[in-house]
């Protein structure tokens, strides 16, 4: 198109690519950098790294420390809780190798200068819950951005990088990636011997409760696009546990975390007529999971599953009763930071309606579903596990490799390892950059092939959006209504609704089945073919594009994933109305899937979950 | 609670637009001042208003929920390593707050490569770059039952 002529192609070269600028891919800069003092250590992100990412805003608290300095947790104690969380589906070696290198990420923090609040009587860490620690963290991510930047050969901030490389000479190795600058226009192609992966799980894939203004105040970032799979799933990398979608029990609409008033403040949760209904549900919850009922603490999803229960019944709005909790300013401060730290939204709740949660009780809800690896869910990539510790049939190389040669992972793109939150996909970003660091030592004189024609087609869908649009919209007067294109935001809005009628979302109480499913991948499949046809009229929109492309891939994982798992193994995050138990005997399992984008097919199977610790 | 920004404020330099996580800030053509385009992809994560060197960016709570007469207003200095808040709420009511955002000074952090290199042993180990030292324990936890 001659709008683009002037486009040029910037090629980069370099050792290590980290893709995605958030806590997993600052972990890999700094850690890959720190073992690979000479190679070439290249960072790219589609914002800016210094607010970039689930963290940009800031955060109230480290939810994964063990405190093994002052013998307060083990590894082990922390894999028997994300187990337990998860209703028994984890990659225990995973988690376990989180958690046992998570101590050394916190304590660089706190030397780099993040505030973590102390305990006045024995000067420890000031903790929240038996995992979480307070911390001053409105800052925490430009203070891990700066380690990042100084560990970098160059960062390069807004390039949306859309496709993985393949290498043409080797079959299943990675090469690199492509891209473009949502600045300038130009396509960037990254070469590089070892990829990290480490992008965003996925807001935006369910219909939000918000739906004007207010879709921008999810619980998770809207511009967390699903990257992390969209790049994954469609190289052929081997997923699992896509289903395991995840809902939120927060404050109404401004979706303040609940943690420190839940753990550190003690406040509780209750109908509208005060009554406890998660203990008066309990023999409720144990008919519908047995055994499962009665790990402590409750599992996330059956913790919402009760409140779910209560609002059918028309016992809501449920209350978090604050005002029982803020006797003494230093409290209310606390709860005060826990939201403008990392949510300010629910501040500007609060005041608009005329709140004092000193005085006031405030309504909570139950989210829509979001796609992640890292919070209490896990979604993600199969990857290798660490040499010491992983089962045989989970060891295949180098940790944190996925099912790719070269291509690595960390944070929500790594699956089955729930819990990480900021510190655990930081850690992971270490151990995947140091794995990086060895892989491209060990493959030395190998460099990535990359076939000019691969690239020239991929330039030219990249940027198709951009045509579809000059040229369907000389065809119209004005407005936003043409034959031949949609909108990204008219895309994204048909995918929410599918997502969220079909697959599971609010308006069916979570609930699906079989039938429903087959008919949301009739319509989820028009819909992927009609991706040919969105119109950008901008860069911006052009980004847009994007990253509604990765979510309506990662949204036919999820929805797949979902209709081969038959069982409800987490109520309260979503329903088999067809299933609706948990089925131990047949479905204590991963599910994976690999899609064949030669065959457009794709392969679901079960993998085995190997319990390692009692 | 999408962000706007005041006309007479705004000196269109563009901090907004460089630091915003999703995009949408961007200058007008027409009058060279930052505006927020897509306010139903904002955040209000207050990343734009933080950075603004004229403080002339502003929240509004997001129209599906939020009644108006409120403001969250903030002041970010990373020289004093704080942050200040001030609430108003619609019946006027206001509460101030103060929190600390750094213990070090900006740009003191220590780059990686300026530690001693390690040794090809470490590097093969299962060790994370500072450990043990920085686990604060004799030794790094292991699992051998796994294999």
Redesign the interface.
């Known amino acids: 198109m001659s709008l683009f002529s002037s486009r040029k192609t910037r090629y980069v070269d370099t050792d290590i690519l980290i893709v995605g600028g958030g806590f997993g891919g600052c972990g890999a800069t ?2 890959s ?3 690979g ?1 000479d190679l070439n250590i290249t960072l790219v992100e ?3 790294i ?4 689930a963290v ?2 800031g955060l109230s608290a480290i939810n994964c420390y063990m405190g ?2 002052w013998g307060e947790n ?3 104690d922390f894999v028997r809780y994300a187990r337990g969380d998860l209703m028994g589906l984890v990659r ?2 995973l988690i ?1 190798d989180i958690a ?2 998570v ?2 990420s916190v ?2 923090f706190e030397e ?4 973590i609040m102390k305990d006045p009587k024995t000067g420890h860490y000031l903790r929240e819950g038996r995992w979480q620690i307070m911390i ?1 963290g ?2 925490y991510k430009p ?1 891990i951005a ?2 990042a930047r ?2 970098a050969s160059a960062v390069y901030n ?1 390039i949306m990088v859309t496709h993985l490389l393949m290498d043409s000479m080797i079959p299943n190795r990675v090469a690199g990636a492509v891209g473009f600058s ?1 600045r300038d226009g130009n396509p960037y192609v990254f070469r590089a011997k070892a990829v990290v992966v480490a992008a965003g799980g996925g807001s935006h894939i369910f219909r939000p409760r ?9 619980w998770y ?3 967390s696009s699903a990257s992390a799979y969209g790049l994954l799933l469609r190289a052929g990398a081997k997923m699992i546990q896509m289903e395991n979608r995840i809902v939120l029990a927060r404050f109404k ?1 401004g979706y303040g975390p609940v943690g420190a008033w839940f753990l550190l403040l003690g406040s509780k949760a209750a109908n509208a007529y005060g009554d406890n209904y998660e203990a008066a549900r309990f023999e409720e919850l144990k008919a519908l999971v047995g055994k499962y009922a009665e790990t402590k603490p409750m599992p996330t999803c059956l913790r919402n599953h009760a409140m779910l229960q209560e609002m059918r019944a028309g016992n809501g709005p449920i209350y978090m009763h604050t005002q029982s909790v803020l006797d003494t300013r230093e409290k209310e ?1 606390i709860g ?2 826990d939201f ?2 990392m949510t ?2 629910q ?8 709140i ?1 949660p000193k005085e006031t009780p405030s309504e909570l809800i139950t989210s829509e579903p979001y796609v992640m690896g890292s919070h209490a869910t896990c979604s993600g990539a199969w990857a290798s596990g ?7 049939d989970y060891q295949w190389g180098y ?1 944190r490799m996925t099912t790719v040669d070269g291509l690595f992972g960390a944070g929500d793109t790594i699956g089955g390892s729930a819990h990480k939150f900021s510190s655990g996909s930081f ?1 992971e970003g ?2 995947a950059g ?1 794995s990086a ?2 892989y491209v ?1 060990d493959m030395a004189g190998n460099p990535p092939q990359v076939d000019e024609a691969q690239l020239r087609a991929l330039e030219q869908a990249i940027f198709k959006p951009m045509d579809n649009y000059t040229i369907g919209r000389n065809g119209i007067v004005a407005g936003s209504v043409a034959p031949g294109y949609i909108s990204p935001l008219q895309g994204l809005q048909r995918l929410e609704k599918i997502m969220d009628e079909y697959v599971g979302g609010i308006s069916t109480f979570y609930v699906t089945s079989a039938p429903m499913l087959e008919r949301g991948l009739e319509l989820l499949t028009m819909l992927r073919e009609d991706l040919d046809h969105i119109g950008a009229d901008s860069l ?1 929109q052009l ?1 847009r594009a994007w990253e509604l492309s990765h979510r309506v891939w990662t949204a036919e994982a999820v929805l797949r994933h979902t209709l081969f798992r038959q069982e409800t193994r987490w109520p309260g995050y979503y329903y088999r109305g067809d299933y609706p138990r948990l089925d131990d005997d047949e479905w204590h399992a991963f599910t994976a899937s690999r899609y064949d984008a030669r065959a457009d097919e794709w392969q679901l199977t079960k993998l085995p979950v ?1 319990h ?2 009692e | ?2 962000t706007f920004t005041y006309m007479t404020r705004c000196d269109g330099c563009g901090q907004c637009v ?7 800030m ?1 200058i007008d053509t027409v009058y060279r001042r930052s505006y927020n ?11 734009c208003v933080k950075a603004c060197p004229q403080h002339a960016i502003d ?1 509004r ?12 207003r ?1 002041l ?1 200095e990373e020289a004093n390593g704080t ?1 200040s ?1 001030k ?5 006027g ?1 206001e ?1 101030v ?1 103060t ?11 220590k ?3 300026d ?1 001693a ?2 040794d090809s042993v470490a ?2 180990s ?1 060790l ?5 030292t ?4 004799a030794t ?8």
């Open positions: 700094y850690e950098r720190y073992w003092r589609k914002a800016n210094e607010r970039s990412g940009a805003h093994m300095r083990q590894p082990e225990e070696d376990f046992r290198h101590d050394s304590h660089k780099w200068g993040l505030p001053h409105e800052s203070i700066e380690a100084k560990s807004r949502v918000s739906v004007g203004e207010g879709m921008g105040r999810t970032a809207p511009w609409d401060e005060w930071e403008l730290d300010v939204g501040a500007a709740v609060w005041a608009s309606q005329n004092d660490p040499e010491d510790c992983a089962p045989a940790n850690t270490r151990i140091k660091v060895r030592l911006h980004q190997h390692i610790i | 609670m999408p460089d630091i915003c996580p999703s995009d949408i961007h385009i897509e306010p139903n992809f904002c955040w209000e994560c207050y990343s929240v709570g997001y129209a599906d929920f939020a009644p108006l007469g409120h403001s969250v903030v970010r942050i808040w609430i108003r709420y619609r019946d009511r509460k707050f929190f600390p955002i750094r213990t070090t000074p900006w740009g003191s952090i780059p990686p490569a530690y290199a390690p590097l093969n299962v994370l770059s500072h450990e043990p920085a686990l604060m324990v790094l936890p292991t699992l051998l039952a796994g294999r």
